[in-house]
């Protein structure tokens, strides 16, 4: 069998092969460097290990016998494969460096298609091994393609280990063709496997290979930075030449927008929010403090029973996760991290939203007016005031996903023009696989903040996905962890999905803005004929309506007009006002699905964060379409051009400044709480005020307090997080009369613990409420019984549910006569005035000998007797429960003060217990003899689901890790020569300086790991 010199078909000197080995694992080399040149270096080669199949030469009874190339081996590896076999069958492969062949188009390097390629080296080892070995090499082959695929996202190349994966996967998944092609190998084998060993490549002379290949690939670039050294200075002799020479360029610190912007903002927000400053925790509408350690709120997010009430079968909540975060970041304090988030929401938003719109525009004066509108901005004061924690955390985000994804498709602007043959990953065209893997994580934390943007982010992400093709590949790793954040909770939310969708945090009545109000930027509806309540004495008229257009007019008018820009950046803003479009329509649809029911009325989806993406979208939109500024060496511009742009400055910061005036007028003027009203001695005479003429707040009035951490007296927090588990009954009176009662566990319900799947369990098709489940109805009627003092004796229902304390809370206001008619209930002892409010404690009856009945005590887990009284208490935590129980009675249960449910498994040691139910409480059947018991709550989903998680939010953080590249250059195509990353137009400039956005499949891929064509 014989082969041909392979030499380029358009330099006949530069050589493609001459003669082909393989590695120890099978991998096919031609040990020819980049743009090697033939000097009769290898005219003296004979004998190799493989020839190229093109131009190869063999004789016919030898193609006969070895049956031609493996049908298994399609087109990749096939000329490996027939000259090994001939090996094997005793005739030579040789090389003729006289033979030459000219390729029109050079076979591509086996590196460059990672699937092909792996697939044919790990089905022609398994192919060629003895039969021993062949399992070890299958699975070795795999757990290969795994490590294969971590290089991968470490060296910024995805696609390529990805690619190794897969290969190894496809190679050992044909067990019948690698069963047959080992049969055809024995009928034709004359030789042992060995005869072939001395024309193998070692390993050293490989790694040296790619070496010398990878170093002459990137020499070819610049320096490390991307750009050209700067030229030597030689001294002209003349000392005004020579200082101007050397003088700095005059150009202004970039960053001096982001300090000015952080200052104001800052400034806004301690005169805002100065009684939030130092406080413990806060609380208000939809915020109550969070647990106080990082392992309780882990426990929160992880655990697949919700704890609330008594009890509901459902994941944790997505946005516990981002409390967690929230806890590591506050040195273990969720609530110190909340309360600087909160007073830094203003110059949080300011400063991503400066950063982000450094992609999008290189005018500073613009990056300016874009922290300044996001930082003071209706959505983001409506969470801030109503305690919407994640729409407030999604608004803070939404700018850096938005950088992200942008950089992911290659759409950001450079800082300068980029030298030819430079380019740098997220710019130009480039796609970026770390910035889609950073999207992704910051767009996880925002969905789960705020579940109401996931109808607006994965159906955009799908449909870019399918309209960009090549262009936004790297996109689909963006889904990838909001999919593994959200994948336990969608499962919990298959039974009944209506509050997949719900806010975290307290169900919080509002009134949703109209569809031209949200467009405007304001979430929440205003009446647009009164002013604002920091302009009152303007009187009846419109000034709602002029302020909202002020405040959110700009913005829209410059997204439209950048529509109709001729040389603006098309593509950015076309897809900013698609999905700003998409993300207007689910505000206004989400509103109509109620999640939850209020104490007056149900309670929608909060349109807030979609509000908040519809004004990043047209924001995004009118930045791309304006001008921006001019890089240095080009002219200024004219006088005139520079005052227009000066006077058109002023006019955008106006709506900014007056969004921050409005919010902060009304707070600043207000009285303090304790003197709001004044003090009235009975019998003066006291003069009627005039009613103030009525004004609006837009929606942005702040409703936060400081509160303790704990919810709960410090007495029933203990023992709420005891062995023993006990529960609180908190009743709640407000203004109005309204009186509400609830179960607390531990400390306290926090923030971490609300589930919106939990809140929207009443809520039945056209919002209609659904009927209460048995232990709604014990607490209603317990809770009516305390309330009333009806007389009757609430202590046997409030043992079913758990409860040892009672604690009320009403306004200042109210006087002692609820209180003293809780003192005469049955069962409870008053213990005094707490912090949280007024505590009773739940007393068993007094025997005889003065001794309180132990067959009435309360826990969470108890083993109650045939007669109903409780025996012993099993030590319990949050959710399992474990303990040593003594031996008892014919007809005693194990009973829970939980829900009953499939989920619960009881053991005795080691034994399934027999599961049944106590009205509503689950229960487990006990036999007479004691041992160690054991109570669990198993979830069918939870191994593969947190495996799956855990690998996804790894990986992507793996490849979200910026690294430090070697020089950036572009990938030569076919071996020939770098290909400019940047297209230029006709008259010199940059086509993505110039503002199109129109990236080509074709398009020149920066080298991350020194694998391409060769």
Not at 400 to 418: D, E, I, T
Not at 608 to 633: F, R
Not at 777 to 796: F, K, Q, Y
Request: charged residues 15%; aromatic residues 6%.
């Amino acid at each position: 069998m014989a082969g041909t010199k392979q030499v380029a078909w358009d330099d006949r000197r530069e050589l493609v092969d001459v003669g082909l080995s393989i590695s120890r694992w099978a991998e096919r080399l031609t040990l020819i460097d980049l743009d090697e040149h033939d000097q009769g270096q290898y005219d003296a080669r004979s004998d190799v290990f493989a020839v190229n199949s093109a131009g190869m030469l063999v004789r016919r009874d030898v193609w006969d016998a070895l049956g031609g190339f493996d049908p298994a081996l399609h087109g990749v590896g096939d000329d490996v494969d027939l000259c090994w076999r001939n090996r094997l069958a005793g005739h030579r492969v040789v090389v003729v460096p006289g033979a030459v062949l000219r390729h029109a188009g050079s076979r591509p390097h086996p590196l460059s298609t990672p699937h092909a390629a792996r697939a044919a080296e790990v089905y022609l080892r398994l192919k060629h091994a003895a039969p021993w070995n062949v399992p070890l090499l299958a699975v070795g082959a795999v757990l290969g393609g795994f490590a294969r695929l971590l290089l991968g996202l470490l060296a910024k190349d995805p696609g390529h280990g990805t690619g190794q994966l897969l290969g190894s996967l496809a190679g050992v998944a044909r067990p019948l063709q690698l069963w047959r092609s080992r049969r055809s190998v024995a009928r034709s084998r004359r030789r042992p496997r060995s005869i072939v060993r001395p024309l193998v490549t070692s390993r050293r002379e490989v790694w040296s290979h790619r070496k010398s290949v990878l170093d002459a690939f990137t020499s070819r670039g610049s320096d490390p930075e991307g750009f050209p050294p700067a030229e030597e200075y030689v001294p002209s002799g003349n000392n005004d030449d020579d200082f101007a020479a050397l003088a700095p360029p005059a150009r202004p610190w970039g960053g001096a927008g982001a300090v000015v912007a952080l200052v104001l903002l800052l400034a806004a927000a301690l005169l805002g929010l100065h009684r939030l400053v130092g406080a413990a925790a806060l609380a208000g509408s939809a915020l109550v403090p969070v647990a106080e350690t990082p392992r309780a709120v882990w426990d929160s997010a992880t655990v697949w029973w919700t704890g609330l009430g008594t009890g509901f079968a459902a994941h944790g909540s997505p946005f516990a996760y981002v409390l967690w975060l929230l806890s590591l970041l506050g040195f273990g304090s969720a609530n110190t991290a909340v309360v600087v988030t909160v007073v830094c929401a203003l110059p949080l938003a300011g400063l991503s939203a400066w950063i982000a719109a450094g992609a999008l525009t290189r005018s500073r004066g613009l990056r300016l007016w874009a922290a300044l509108f996001w930082g003071a901005a209706p959505a983001l004061q409506v969470a801030l005031g109503s305690g919407r924690l994640g729409a407030l955390i999604a608004h803070i985000l939404l700018p850096l996903a938005l950088l992200g994804v942008v950089r992911a498709v290659g759409g950001a602007l450079p800082a300068r023009p980029l030298p030819d043959g430079v380019i740098i990953p997220g710019i130009g065209g480039t796609r970026s696989w770390t910035a889609a893997a950073a999207a992704g994580l910051v767009l996880a934390v925002a969905c789960a903040s705020a579940p109401s943007l996931l109808p607006v982010v994965i159906p955009g992400g799908l449909l870019a996905l399918a309209l960009g093709r090549r262009r936004t590949l790297t996109l689909w790793w963006t889904l990838l962890p909001i999919l593994a954040v959200q994948l336990p909770y969608a499962l919990s939310a298959l039974q009944d999905p209506r509050g997949f969708l719900g806010d975290p945090g307290v169900p919080a009545p509002f009134d949703p803005g109209a569809p031209w109000q949200q467009l405007l930027g304001f979430p929440v509806s205003f009446d647009p004929f009164l002013p604002p309540a920091a302009a009152g004495f303007l009187g009846a008229g419109p000034w709602a309506l002029v302020v909202a257009v002020v405040i959110g007019g700009p913005v829209l008018v410059l997204a439209a007009f950048a529509l109709f820009v001729p040389r603006g950046r098309g593509r950015m803003v076309r897809s900013s006002w698609l999905v700003a479009v998409l993300a207007l329509a689910v505000a206004a649809v989400l509103p109509l699905m109620p999640v939850a029911v209020g104490t007056s009325a149900l309670i929608q989806v909060f349109p807030g964060p979609l509000v908040s993406a519809v004004s990043l979208c047209l924001l995004a939109a009118a930045l791309s379409g304006m001008p921006g500024a001019q890089h240095a060496g080009v002219a200024p511009a004219p006088p005139r051009r520079r005052l227009a742009g000066f006077a058109g400055g002023l006019v955008l910061a106006v709506g900014p400044l007056v969004g921050l005036g409005l919010w902060l007028v009304p707070d600043v003027a207000s009285p303090p709480p304790a003197s709001a009203e004044p003090v009235v001695i009975p019998g003066a005479p006291v003069e009627e005020a005039a009613d103030a003429p009525a004004t609006t707040d837009l929606g942005t009035g702040i409703g936060l307090r400081p509160v303790a951490e704990r919810p709960l007296p410090a007495t029933a927090a203990d023992r709420g997080t005891g062995p023993e588990q006990i529960r609180t009954l908190v009743i709640t009176v407000d203004d109005e009369d309204d009186v509400t009662a609830a179960l607390m566990r531990g400390s306290g319900t926090t923030l971490d613990d609300l589930n919106p799947l939990y809140a929207a369990r009443v809520v039945g098709p056209g919002g209609a409420v659904l009927d209460d489940s048995g232990s709604a109805r014990t607490l209603r009627t317990t809770a009516a019984v305390i309330v009333g003092a009806t007389g009757a004796d609430p202590r046997a229902d409030l043992r079913d549910l758990g409860v040892g304390f009672v604690v009320l809370r009403q306004p200042e206001t109210a006087g002692e006569f609820l209180s003293s008619r809780i003192d005469s209930v049955p069962g409870l002892t008053a213990v005094g005035d707490t912090d949280a409010g007024r505590l009773w404690r739940v007393s068993s009856a007094t025997l005889d000998d003065g001794t309180e009945d132990t067959g009435e005590r309360t826990a969470r887990v108890r083993v109650v007797a045939a007669d109903g009284r409780t025996e012993a208490v099993v030590a319990s935590g949050a959710v399992d429960a474990a303990g040593s129980i003594p031996p008892g009675g014919e007809g005693r249960t194990l009973v829970l003060a939980e829900q009953a449910d499939a989920g619960w498994q009881a053991t005795l040691d080691g034994r399934r217990l027999e599961a049944t139910s106590e009205g509503w409480r689950q229960a487990f059947v006990l036999p007479t003899t004691g041992g160690a018991v054991a109570v669990s709550y198993v979830s069918p989903y939870r191994p593969w689901v947190e495996a799956v998680q855990a690998v996804v939010l790894v990986l992507t953080m793996l490849l979200a890790i910026p690294v430090p590249s070697r020089p950036r250059v572009v990938r030569p195509q076919g071996g020939g020569r770098p290909q400019p990353g940047v297209r230029r137009r006709p008259d010199g400039t940059d086509a993505w300086d110039a503002g199109t956005d129109d990236v080509h499949a074709d398009d020149p891929q920066p080298v991350t790991s020194g694998r391409g064509p060769m």
